[in-house]
């Protein structure tokens, strides 16, 4: 247990996808451990669902006068205090600046509901969907990658799945089947990095 890679998962919001990786590492799947849940937001599901699996959640909440680089900041050193050998991104929804990413050089990776180049930022599910309505589109996908910088889901990419868009689908159809893909996908990847490299922890 304790030389099983360590990883912080950062969520936003409802946290399925942390939930994916949480029951992975439970039942065996992932030979790894989820160290903490951190979000961004209090309210956030993800927060609970850490809690419920009996694992150290943490709030680390902008404040107003604070400046995204000294969020970022606060937010490696509540970070590193864990000591991640990976850092996953499910579902955050902050673009963080060098000031997070410099302590942590590839180790970084995130989780985004589109295929590399394509959709980037928020409600990316949305707007394939209507692409696909106005007939421009007839799939979408899902992609694990690095984050080296602060580009926007945007890096070096380690897995990809492509989600079909069928004409007979609803919003929410086609919202379930992403998801299902990302958790799929996501688990799937962090087994291949755990399996196959060793990160040196935080550089702070
Ligand atoms: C997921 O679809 C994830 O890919 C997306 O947020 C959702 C979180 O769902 N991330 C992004 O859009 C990043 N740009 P979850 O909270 O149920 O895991």
């Known amino acids: 247990m304790e030389s099983m890679p360590r ?15 949480i029951d ?15 979000s961004d937001r209090v309210d956030a ?20 006068d604070e400046t995204r680089a000294d969020y ?13 050998d990976w850092i996953v991104l499910a579902g955050w929804m902050r673009i963080l600046t060098m000031s997070f990413l410099g302590w942590f ?8 509901p589109a295929l ?3 959709l980037p930022g928020t409600h990316a599910i949305e707007r394939a969907f209507t692409e696909a309505r106005e007939g421009t589109r007839t799939r979408s996908g899902v992609m ?27 919003l ?13 996908l996501l688990v799937a990847t962090l087994h291949e990095l755990c399996r196959t490299r060793v990160t040196h922890g935080a550089t702070r």
């Open 7 to 21: 990883l912080v998962v950062m969520a936003s919001g409802n946290g399925s996808n942390a939930q994916a990786v």
């Open 24 to 38: 992975a590492c439970a039942d065996g799947r992932l030979p790894a451990r989820v160290v903490a849940l951190v």
């Open 45 to 64: 599901k993800a927060l609970r669902r850490a809690d419920a699996a009996g694992l150290p959640s943490v709030h680390v909440g902008k404040r107003a």
């Open 72 to 84: 970022d900041a606060r937010l490696a050193d509540v970070v590193s205090g864990f000591d991640p």
């Open 105 to 112: 050089p590839g180790m970084v990776v995130n989780l985004h």
């Open 116 to 118: 590399p180049g394509e």
């Open 144 to 170: 694990v990658h690095l984050v080296p910088d602060e580009g926007v889901d945007d890096g070096p990419v380690l897995a990809t799945a492509e989600v079909p868009i069928l004409p007979t689908d609803t």
């Open 172 to 184: 929410d159809e086609f919202e379930a089947r992403v998801h299902a893909v990302e958790h799929q």
